[in-house]
Nanobody
Framework: QVQLVESGGGLVQAGGSLRLSCAAS????????MGWFRQAPGKEREFVAR????????EYADSVQGRFTISRNNAKNTAYLQMNSLKPEDTAVYYC???????????WGQGTQVTVSS
């Protein structure tokens, strides 16, 4: 079992930056690929980024490529999402998840709200 807690969300103006953190407890996070997802009001949850267990591989949604960076610190049992050049359409609840690189994410955090004002 893994428990995930996101933090770092908030209100930011368009063009600004935020850094989300995902702290894991329970089983060590190095056993899992980590992912970030988001869900905007009235929309389905969508993939944002993922990172492999060793951080050797990363993948991003086209909508955030070049603006967001996913990283992890296995020694701190934490994953991060650095978000730059934020746009109003990035407004959503952001969730971190732990699972397999193949895409089966079994563990989810409670989410953190990101609001980007224009």
């Amino acid at each position: 079992q893994v428990q995930l807690v996101e933090s770092g969300g908030g209100l930011v103006q368009a063009g600004g930056s935020l850094r989300l953190s995902c702290a894991a407890s329970g089983r060590t996070v190095s056993s899992y690929a980590m992912g970030w997802f988001r869900q905007a009001p009235g929309k389905e949850r969508e993939f944002v980024a993922r990172i492999s267990r060793s951080a050797s591989m990363t993948e991003y949604a086209d909508s955030v490529q070049g603006r967001f960076t996913i990283s992890r610190n296995n020694a701190k049992n934490t994953a991060y999402l650095q978000m730059n050049s934020l746009k109003p359409e990035d407004t959503a609840v952001y969730y971190c998840a732990a699972g397999s690189w193949a895409g089966m994410f079994a563990y989810w955090g409670q989410g953190t709200q990101v609001t980007v004002s224009s």
